[in-house]
């Protein structure tokens, strides 16, 4: 009968230390998820603020460019002033030599 108390006993102590042993896991555990939530809320409002910088940078180079768009478009635009004017006087020259002079009628 003492021996069969003894496992008893031998039987919760070891119960007991099991349950404490769970308990402590299941603690470690709920840390670790803890943590892992945190770091995984830090990592999202780095990605959001990373997110708004680039953004940014897009729409300042899309700026940019159009800017340099717009500057190459005016000089394409000049360009085309200047060569229409270059043509429209070579034609006027062209007419004016088949003119008789004022002096010679």
């Known amino acids: 009968m003492n021996k069969q108390v003894s496992q008893l006993h031998s039987t919760l102590e070891e119960k007991e230390q099991l ?7 299941e603690k470690n555990l ?27 940078m897009l729409e300042s180079k899309q700026l940019e460019l159009s800017r340099h768009l717009k500057d190459i478009s005016q000089r394409n635009d000049q360009k085309y002033e200047v060569e229409k004017l270059e043509i429209v006087n070579m034609e006027k020259q062209k007419v004016f030599s088949f003119l008789p002079s004022p002096g010679i009628c």
């Open 19 to 25: 349950i404490v042993q769970y308990k402590e896991r």
């Open 30 to 56: 709920e840390e670790q998820i803890t943590e892992n939530l945190a770091s995984l809320t830090a990592a999202e409002i780095k990605l959001v603020e990373d997110k708004k910088h680039y953004d940014l």
